[in-house]
Nanobody, 125 residues
C-alpha cells in the first residue's frame, strides 16, 4: 500500500529556512517520481518541485527556483525539500505526491496518483 507522510512544517520568520521530509512506503522509490505541491487558503494547489528518484533530475516552479532544493535518499525512501529565504507568500499546506517514473525527467504539471496528508508551513513575523 502506497503511503506518503510529510513532516517538518512549522512557523518560521521571513528569510528563515525549513526542511520538509516525505517518507514513502509501500513502493520502491527508484521507480517513481516524487513531487511537492502546496495550497494556500483560497488559492489553487500549485506544483513546487519534483525529482526523478532514479536519475535525480529535478523541476522547480519559477517562484521557488534558487530558494528551494529537492533531494532524495533512495536507501531510506525519503525525499526532502530544503526551503531557504522563505517569504510570507510561501505560507501554505505542503503535500508530497508520487507517480510512476516515465523517462529520465519529472514535471510538476504531470498527474500524480498518490498524496500525503500535508504539513503546514507558515512564514510570518
Amino acid at each position: 500500500q502506497v503511503q506518503l507522510v510529510e513532516s517538518g512544517g512549522g512557523l518560521v520568520q521571513p528569510g528563515g529556512s525549513l526542511r520538509l521530509s516525505c517518507a514513502a512506503s509501500g513502493f520502491i522509490l527508484d521507480y517513481y517520481v516524487i513531487g511537492w505541491f502546496r495550497q494556500a487558503p483560497g488559492k489553487e494547489r500549485e506544483g513546487v518541485s519534483c525529482i526523478n528518484s532514479r536519475f535525480g533530475s529535478t523541476h522547480y516552479a519559477d517562484s521557488v527556483r534558487g530558494r528551494f532544493t529537492i533531494s532524495r535518499d533512495n536507501t531510506k525512501n525519503v525525499v526532502n525539500l530544503q526551503m531557504n529565504n522563505l517569504k510570507p507568500e510561501d505560507t501554505a499546506v505542503y503535500y508530497c505526491a508520487t507517480r510512476p517514473r516515465s523517462g529520465i525527467r519529472c514535471d510538476i504539471r504531470d498527474q500524480y496518483n498518490y498524496w500525503g496528508q500535508g504539513t503546514q508551513v507558515t512564514v510570518a513575523s
